[in-house]
């Protein structure tokens, strides 16, 4: 199977997935591939070795900011029952979703990464602004502190108007934010 082939197909067709199978699967350069085009379906059957690597963690969320919530739920993913190893490598996986410098990668790629980001994240002001600046609406998943901050709350408006839904606000001083806008 020529995997630059796939690649191509995937690009014009990208529900095109079952074009997918065999060594490709367990290609780790060829997973990061996908990412990058937001195919992530199949990052399931990522080899346990690449999702013990943080450095190959970090480069996928980099490429495909989702892959996060992907990593919290790998070992509901694999329940290959002739391998009970496997499901130990992988219920003793780093938590990445508390990895500052990995959640930081995937909101700066995809700024709804944050939901899946632990909770001590979402009150951190960097990991928050990063993802209200590549999407206003993750403010949705801001601690409540961080959705009355007035730095934040401008920088998610400014990015998508909808955000002042999701800031922490009394609806009188939502509305005088929108007519300060207008």
Avoid at 1 to 7: A, P
Avoid at 77 to 95: A, C, G, R, W
């Amino acid at each position: 199977e020529n995997k630059e082939v796939i690649l191509q197909a995937l690009k014009n067709n990208p529900g095109a997935e079952e074009l997918i199978s065999g060594s490709a699967l367990e290609d780790e350069s060829f997973h990061l591939k996908l990412l990058s085009l937001q195919i992530i379906q199949h990052f399931s059957k990522l080899p346990v070795e690449a999702l013990l690597s943080r450095a190959y963690v970090l480069d996928a969320v980099s490429r495909c900011g989702l892959v996060l919530k992907h990593l919290n739920e790998l070992p509901s993913y694999q329940s290959n029952e002739d391998d009970v190893l496997i499901i130990k490598v992988l219920q003793d996986l780093p938590i990445y979703r508390a990895d500052k410098e990995i959640v930081l990668a995937a909101v700066k790629q995809n700024g709804w990464s944050l939901q899946y980001a632990d909770n001590a994240l979402r009150d951190e002001k960097e990991i928050v602004v990063a993802a209200v600046t590549q999407n206003g609406l993750a403010i949705k998943f801001a601690s409540d502190s961080l959705k009355r901050d007035k730095e934040l709350i401008d920088l998610a408006i400014r990015n998508d108007y909808f955000a002042i839904k999701y800031i922490g606000l009394s609806p009188i001083r939502k509305k005088e934010i929108l007519n300060n806008l207008i």
